[in-house]
Protein backbone atom coordinates (compact mmCIF):
# COMPACT_ATOMS: atom_id res chain seq x y z
CA UNK A 1 0.00 0.00 0.00
CA UNK A 2 1.41 3.34 -1.36
CA UNK A 3 -0.19 7.10 -0.16
CA UNK A 4 0.97 9.63 -1.78
CA UNK A 5 0.71 13.27 -0.65
CA UNK A 6 1.12 16.29 -2.60
CA UNK A 7 1.81 19.59 -1.20
CA UNK A 8 3.13 22.84 -2.59
CA UNK A 9 -0.19 24.41 -4.50
CA UNK A 10 -0.93 27.54 -4.16
CA UNK A 11 -2.49 31.12 -5.81
CA UNK A 12 0.24 33.14 -8.04
CA UNK A 13 0.17 35.50 -10.30
CA UNK A 14 1.13 35.15 -14.27
CA UNK A 15 4.47 34.55 -14.73
CA UNK A 16 5.23 33.36 -11.33
CA UNK A 17 6.66 30.03 -9.93
CA UNK A 18 5.52 27.13 -7.76
CA UNK A 19 7.31 24.17 -6.38
CA UNK A 20 4.75 21.15 -6.16
CA UNK A 21 6.14 17.98 -3.79
CA UNK A 22 4.44 14.43 -3.91
CA UNK A 23 5.75 11.94 -1.29
CA UNK A 24 5.09 8.94 -0.93
CA UNK A 25 4.81 6.46 2.55
CA UNK A 26 4.04 3.31 3.08
CA UNK A 27 4.77 -0.69 2.44
CA UNK A 28 6.07 -1.00 -0.90
CA UNK A 29 7.98 -2.20 -3.88
CA UNK A 30 10.86 -0.07 -5.36
CA UNK A 31 8.37 3.35 -6.84
CA UNK A 32 9.15 3.25 -11.20
CA UNK A 33 7.51 6.08 -13.05
CA UNK A 34 6.33 8.82 -11.08
CA UNK A 35 4.13 11.73 -12.77
CA UNK A 36 2.22 14.53 -12.40
CA UNK A 37 -1.31 15.51 -13.80
CA UNK A 38 -3.75 17.68 -13.98
CA UNK A 39 -7.30 18.49 -14.13
CA UNK A 40 -8.90 21.72 -14.98
CA UNK A 41 -12.61 22.13 -14.75
CA UNK A 42 -14.50 20.92 -17.55
CA UNK A 43 -11.72 19.48 -19.12
CA UNK A 44 -10.32 16.01 -19.15
CA UNK A 45 -7.41 14.69 -16.99
CA UNK A 46 -3.56 15.53 -18.64
CA UNK A 47 -0.42 14.16 -18.33
CA UNK A 48 1.76 16.93 -17.41
CA UNK A 49 5.93 15.23 -16.74
CA UNK A 50 6.44 12.08 -16.09
CA UNK A 51 9.92 10.39 -14.63
CA UNK A 52 11.91 6.88 -14.87
CA UNK A 53 13.74 5.52 -12.11
CA UNK A 54 16.48 6.19 -13.74
CA UNK A 55 15.84 9.90 -13.98
CA UNK A 56 14.34 9.94 -17.91
CA UNK A 57 11.99 12.37 -18.35
CA UNK A 58 9.33 13.42 -20.46
CA UNK A 59 7.20 16.73 -20.81
CA UNK A 60 3.81 17.66 -22.01
CA UNK A 61 4.29 20.09 -25.24
CA UNK A 62 2.21 23.08 -23.49
CA UNK A 63 4.49 22.84 -20.39
CA UNK A 64 7.91 22.26 -22.01
CA UNK A 65 10.70 24.67 -21.10
CA UNK A 66 8.58 26.09 -18.42
CA UNK A 67 8.22 22.84 -16.29
CA UNK A 68 10.58 20.18 -14.47
CA UNK A 69 10.25 17.39 -13.15
CA UNK A 70 12.53 15.71 -10.62
CA UNK A 71 12.71 12.91 -7.63
CA UNK A 72 14.68 12.22 -4.87
CA UNK A 73 14.46 8.21 -4.77
CA UNK A 74 15.93 8.36 -0.96
CA UNK A 75 13.18 10.09 -0.37
CA UNK A 76 10.50 8.82 -2.29
CA UNK A 77 9.67 12.05 -3.76
CA UNK A 78 8.75 13.40 -7.31
CA UNK A 79 8.96 17.31 -7.81
CA UNK A 80 7.40 19.90 -9.56
CA UNK A 81 8.78 23.16 -10.52
CA UNK A 82 6.81 25.29 -12.29
CA UNK A 83 8.07 28.77 -13.98
CA UNK A 84 6.36 31.15 -16.16
CA UNK A 85 3.18 30.24 -15.02
CA UNK A 86 0.37 31.11 -17.45
CA UNK A 87 -3.55 30.83 -16.48
CA UNK A 88 -4.14 28.12 -18.71
CA UNK A 89 -1.82 26.32 -16.03
CA UNK A 90 -4.75 26.40 -13.26
CA UNK A 91 -5.99 23.11 -12.60
CA UNK A 92 -5.94 20.22 -9.74
CA UNK A 93 -1.96 18.57 -10.04
CA UNK A 94 -1.89 14.98 -8.80
CA UNK A 95 1.03 12.65 -8.65
CA UNK A 96 1.37 9.02 -9.10
CA UNK A 97 3.72 6.41 -8.57
CA UNK A 98 4.06 2.95 -10.75
CA UNK A 99 5.23 -0.25 -8.08
CA UNK A 100 5.46 -3.56 -9.03
CA UNK A 101 2.31 -5.30 -7.12
CA UNK A 102 2.38 -8.25 -4.80
CA UNK A 103 1.03 -10.48 -8.74
CA UNK A 104 4.37 -9.02 -9.72
CA UNK A 105 2.38 -6.54 -12.71
CA UNK A 106 2.36 -3.12 -12.59
CA UNK A 107 -0.06 -0.83 -10.49
CA UNK A 108 -0.55 2.85 -10.27
CA UNK A 109 -1.59 4.84 -6.93
CA UNK A 110 -2.84 8.32 -7.00
CA UNK A 111 -2.85 11.41 -4.74
CA UNK A 112 -5.54 13.28 -3.57
CA UNK A 113 -4.40 16.31 -5.57
CA UNK A 114 -3.43 20.16 -4.74
CA UNK A 115 -4.80 23.47 -6.33
CA UNK A 116 -2.46 25.59 -8.37
CA UNK A 117 -4.44 28.49 -9.55
CA UNK A 118 -2.99 30.95 -11.83
CA UNK A 119 -3.82 34.76 -11.56
CA UNK A 120 -3.86 37.02 -15.14
Known amino acids: QVQLVESGGGLVQAGGSLRLSCAASGSFSPIHDMAWYRQAPGKQRESVARITSSGSTNYADSVKGRFTISRDNAKNTVYLQMNSLKPTDTAVYSC??????????????WGQGTQVTVSS
Open 96 to 109: NAVVTAWNGLPYTY
